[in-house]
């Protein structure tokens, strides 16, 4: 079923590598998110997009950086400058009429190693 | 800044019974709230939002302003109902939404 994809669903990095997680939708929303979520810390933000061409920082933002050069597509970078990157990445979309319902991927599972 | 606070990392309730899960919220305006739920397996999802005021799988969730809460319920738990709950809030639009740490509910038999 088509919506949201997240690839790769692992993925194991060694220290000092940048690693980049995609994520794709064909839902046509324009919002789009990056959360993390950790056992016992709920989902944090990390970046988000309203827009094309457009995104801000969420409140966990140092250490990603993210693009969003089509409306399609919505990739995270996890950079060497995150001290703690082993987690597990949700990407999800919400609809133009700002309900707050958002839709979301799979994950992606990141481990370093 | 966290402005969703969920108390209860696990809660434990027999089948049945009546379910509460609680949620409290510090903004001082109006805000949106939302409860979404992970089951086993799936992706998260939305389960209610208090604009709707609706029952969902005969979940109820009432904004109390003065309590600034939003406490998901249930009269009577049924073991499909065991999942992760997420409370949310949002600012309006064009806000993201700011997640609660999470509850676990386990319903046994």
Redesign the interface.
Same mark, same amino acid.
Request: glycine share 20%; charged share 15%.
């Given at each position: 079923d088509g919506g949201i994809t997240q690839s790769p669903k692992y993925l194991f990095r060694k220290e000092g590598q940048n690693v980049t997680l995609s994520c794709e939708q064909n839902l046509n929303h324009d919002a789009m998110?990056w959360?993390r979520q950790d056992p016992?810390?709920? *989902?944090?933000?990390i970046y988000?997009s309203?827009i094309v061409n457009d995104f801000?920082k969420?409140?966990i933002a140092e250490g990603y950086s993210v693009s969003r050069e089509k409306k399609e597509s919505f990739p995270l970078t996890v950079t060497s400058a995150q001290k703690n990157p082993t987690a597990f990445y949700?990407c999800?979309t919400e609809g133009r009429e700002?309900?707050?319902? *958002?839709?979301?991927?799979?994950g992606s599972r990141l481990t370093v190693l | 800044a966290q402005r969703v606070t969920q108390p209860e990392k696990l809660l434990s309730v027999f089948k049945g019974a009546p379910v509460e899960l609680k949620c409290n919220y510090s903004y001082s305006g109006s805000p949106e709230l939302f409860w979404y739920v992970q089951y086993s397996r799936q992706r998260l999802q939305l389960l209610l939002r208090h604009i709707s005021r609706e029952s969902i799988k005969g979940f109820t969730a009432d904004l109390n302003k003065g309590e600034t809460s939003f406490h998901l319920k249930k009269p009577f738990a049924q073991e499909e109902d065991s999942a992760m709950y997420y409370c949310a809030l949002s600012l309006g639009a064009g806000y993201a939404l700011n997640f609660g740490k999470g509850t676990s509910l386990l319903v046994t038999p």
């Open positions: 998110y959360y016992g810390q709920g *989902l944090r933000l988000y309203q801000q969420g409140d949700l999800a700002n309900t707050g319902e *958002l839709f979301f991927g799979e | -």
